[in-house]
């Protein structure tokens, strides 16, 4: 099992920004592609952002490219997203997921990930 925690969620006003947290234990961290996911109100869980086991392979939603950024340090068993200039539409609760590398991994695809966290509320003021 893997277990992941996220953190660094809160209230920001328009064209602010956040840094998400997620730390993982229970598995070696390395053997698993991150992603982060968000779901508004009312609305389907879908991909934000995800990054291979090395770091290698990086893949943004159209809606966040060149604001947010996907990081990881294997070393600390965390995985990073750098939200730069927030919109009131990027509200939602953020959730990351880790997929093992050892299957096939579809980083857009909720089904691809095997272990999510609790989620982190985040609210962009306009």
């Known amino acids: 099992q893997v277990q992941l925690v996220e953190s660094g969620g809160g209230l920001v006003q328009a064209g602010g920004s956040l840094r998400l947290s997620c730390v993982a234990s229970?598995?070696?961290?390395?053997?698993?592609?991150m992603g982060w996911f968000r779901q508004a109100p009312g609305k389907e869980r879908d991909v934000v952002a995800a990054?291979?086991?090395?770091?290698?392979?990086?893949y943004y939603a159209d809606s966040v490219k060149g604001r947010f950024t996907i990081s990881r340090d294997n070393a600390k068993n965390t995985v990073y997203l750098q939200m730069n200039s927030l919109k009131p539409e990027d509200t939602a609760v953020y959730y990351c997921?880790?997929?093992?590398?050892?299957?096939?991994?579809?980083?857009?695809?909720?089904?691809?990930?095997?272990?999510w966290g609790q989620g982190t509320q985040v609210t962009v003021s306009s």
């Open positions: 997921a880790g997929a093992s590398k050892l299957s096939f991994w579809d980083s857009r695809n909720r089904s691809s990930y095997n272990y």
């Open positions: 229970g598995r070696t961290f390395s053997n698993y592609h």
């Open positions: 990054i291979s086991w090395s770091g290698s392979s990086i």
